[in-house]
């Protein structure tokens, strides 16, 4: 079956632009969460949905990071005025029931913003 | 900060055995340990979890030791296509966190032929 879809795989923003990230969750998966890889760290945890619940988003760096799941399945994240130090792989997972519970999550191949 | 701590790198022969250690001595009694690993330009796949007893799966081992405090994850035939960073990742299956997963650096596996 298909997995976690993510669009576009590369996107390069001038400083200062808005971008919009998206992921296509595995269907009927419950929760979403989005991390943030840069060079030659780990994901680090960004935020997380429960259906279109946003429970979790103690991980956005600042507030030009806004992230949605209007109807529960498809999600986006937004950054406004683009820094620098955004740069990074942006990755999307989705696990099938809430998150307290062991469930996998499976992710996406993530996006790799590049600010110039 | 991550709850565990690996060798930044390790090499394998193909076809042998790699043993990838984990310790994660500040373990709680309700948090798994989990292995994932992130091949090249993709992302993260998980691979195996566990509690306290020992675990086997398609793809490979886990061993934990008896006082949870550090675990090994095996890989019993390496190929080239195992070369990957391993994160070694513990998390509670309820209470307090959203159940998000808080990697590390991870340990560089390269298989080499």
């Known amino acids: 079956g298909a997995g976690v879809s993510q669009s576009p795989r590369y996107k390069v923003a001038k400083r200062g632009q808005d971008v919009a990230l998206r992921c296509d969750p595995i269907?009927?998966?419950?929760?979403l969460f989005w991390y943030q890889q840069a060079l030659g760290q780990g994901p680090e945890f960004l935020t997380y949905?429960?259906?279109?619940?946003?429970?979790?988003k103690s991980g956005l760096p600042s507030d030009r990071f806004f992230a949605e799941r209007p109807e529960g399945s498809v999600s986006t994240l937004k950054i406004q005025r683009t820094q620098q130090e955004d740069s990074a792989v942006y990755l999307c997972a989705s696990s099938p029931v809430g998150a307290f519970s062991t469930d996998t999550q499976y992710f996406g191949p993530g996006t790799r913003l590049t600010v110039l | 900060d991550a709850k565990t701590t690996q060798p930044p790198s390790m090499d394998c022969a193909e076809g042998r055995a790699a043993n990838l250690p984990c310790n994660h001595s500040t373990i709680s009694g309700n948090e798994y340990v989990y292995w994932y690993r992130q091949i090249h330009s993709q992302g993260p796949q998980y691979i195996i979890h566990g509690l306290k007893n020992n675990e086997t799966n398609e793809m490979a081992s886990l061993i934990i030791t008896e006082d949870r405090k550090s675990s090994t994850l095996i890989l019993p035939h390496a190929t080239l296509r195992d070369t990957a960073v391993y994160y070694c990742i513990v998390r509670a299956s309820y209470g307090g966190s959203q159940g998000n997963l808080i990697f590390g650096k991870g340990t560089k596996l390269s298989v080499k032929p």
């Open positions: 269907s009927g998966h419950v929760s």
């Open positions: 949905f429960q259906n279109e619940a946003q429970l979790d």
